[in-house]
């Protein structure tokens, strides 16, 4: 069967540990359509147009996979892009709440919709685009979280 699956997120700004979910993703299933949320609730510091860039940039080489702007319910952007099943990155306990509430919702929204849980590699478990964010900030070293292509950007972006 042919399998397409949506990860969603805010990626703001892609991080090294969402790239380890994404190329993941790309192995296991045949196409993976990478949604960036638009997301009412967050602020983001870069633009959609900039995160789809960055995300370009970044995983645009893997050939089954795509990168768009989402906007709206997830669990409806899914049936209209016809993916089964939704790709969330698990870091640790904390993110599992959260999650499998998500999953449950989405669920419940659009009954043919599963969720399918990754485990990033280890060294990422900590890894997130706020992390990124606050440590830019302060002008530390973020070399070792975002990807090297897109790392000047972002890093020059997001200095106090
Ligand atoms: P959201 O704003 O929806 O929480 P994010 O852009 O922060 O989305 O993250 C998108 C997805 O990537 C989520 O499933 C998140 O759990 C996952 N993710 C982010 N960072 C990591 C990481 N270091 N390891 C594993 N998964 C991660």
Same mark, same amino acid.
């Given at each position: 069967?042919?399998?397409?699956?949506?990860?969603?997120?805010?990626? @703001?700004? !892609?991080?090294?540990?969402?790239? +380890?979910?994404?190329?993941?993703?790309?192995?296991? *299933? +045949?196409?993976?359509?990478?949604?960036?949320?638009?997301?009412? &609730?967050?602020?983001?510091? *870069?633009? /959609?147009? &900039?995160?789809?860039?960055?995300?370009?940039?970044?995983?645009? @080489?893997?050939?089954?996979?795509?990168? /768009?702007?989402?906007?709206?319910?997830?669990?409806?952007?899914?049936?209209?892009?016809?993916? %089964?099943?939704? #790709?969330?990155?698990?870091?640790? #306990?904390? @993110?599992?709440?959260?999650?499998?509430?998500?999953?449950?919702?989405?669920?419940?929204?659009?009954?043919?919709?599963?969720?399918?849980?990754?485990? =990033?590699?280890? %060294?990422?478990?900590?890894?997130? =685009?706020?992390?990124?964010?606050? !440590?830019?900030?302060?002008?530390? +070293? /973020? =070399?070792?979280?975002?990807?090297?292509?897109?790392?000047?950007?972002?890093?020059?972006?997001?200095?106090?």
């Amino acid at each position: 069967m042919h399998s397409t699956v949506i990860c969603p997120g805010s990626f @703001d700004p !892609v991080t090294l540990g969402h790239i +380890d979910v994404i190329t993941r993703a790309s192995r296991m *299933f +045949d196409r993976v359509i990478v949604g960036v949320f638009v997301n009412g &609730e967050k602020h983001p510091v *870069f633009s /959609i147009e &900039e995160r789809i860039d960055f995300l370009n940039r970044t995983v645009g @080489d893997l050939s089954n996979v795509k990168v /768009i702007g989402c906007d709206g319910l997830l669990a409806q952007c899914a049936k209209d892009l016809g993916a %089964s099943a939704v #790709v969330r990155g698990l870091r640790a #306990v904390s @993110d599992f709440e959260y999650e499998f509430q998500m999953a449950l919702t989405n669920r419940k929204l659009n009954p043919e919709l599963d969720t399918v849980f990754l485990a =990033s590699d280890a %060294s990422y478990t900590y890894l997130s =685009s706020s992390i990124v964010k606050n !440590v830019a900030y302060h002008g530390g +070293d /973020i =070399s070792n979280f975002v990807p090297a292509c897109i790392h000047d950007e972002i890093f020059n972006r997001l200095r106090h």
